[in-house]
Nanobody
Framework: VQLQASGGGLVQAGGSLRLSCANS????????VGWFRQAPGKEREFVAF???????DYVDSVKGRFTISRDSAMNTVHLQMNNLKPEDTAVYYC??????????????????WGPGTLVTVSS
């Protein structure tokens, strides 16, 4: 699994962005996929998670605004981000691995990380 995220940029509050994470290695198969983010001066934070079965989970602050999806044919993961807020400003990282449900928010549960993509939301 080799991940490369794209789609970050500068957007005004209330706007939308769609992050993509292309996997150029072995197909995701039975790997779970997810997104983390790290804002300036803050610790890395879990954002979204998707099991191979399609079950998803999100950090409370993005529920109803962000949607994680997986395109198996394209071996790509997306994060659709709507109604963006300045507090969403961060570097976003896509991840893959086999965490158990209870550890999905732990960054150490994922063996594969892509380089981050910067999202900046202006007020």
């Amino acid at each position: 699994v080799q991940l490369q995220a794209s789609g970050g940029g500068l957007v005004q509050a209330g706007g939308s962005l769609r992050l993509s994470c292309a996997n150029s290695g072995r197909p995701f198969g039975d790997y779970a996929v997810g997104w983390f983010r790290q804002a300036p001066g803050k610790e890395r934070e879990f954002v979204a998670f998707r099991r191979p079965t399609g079950q998803t989970d999100y950090v409370d602050s993005v529920k109803g605004r962000f949607t994680i999806s997986r395109d198996s044919a394209m071996n790509t993961v997306h994060l659709q981000m709507n109604n963006l807020k300045p507090e969403d400003t961060a570097v976003y990282y896509c991840v893959a691995g086999r965490p158990i449900w209870s550890s999905k928010k732990n960054s150490q549960s994922y063996g594969y990380w892509g380089p981050g993509t910067l999202v900046t939301v202006s007020s």
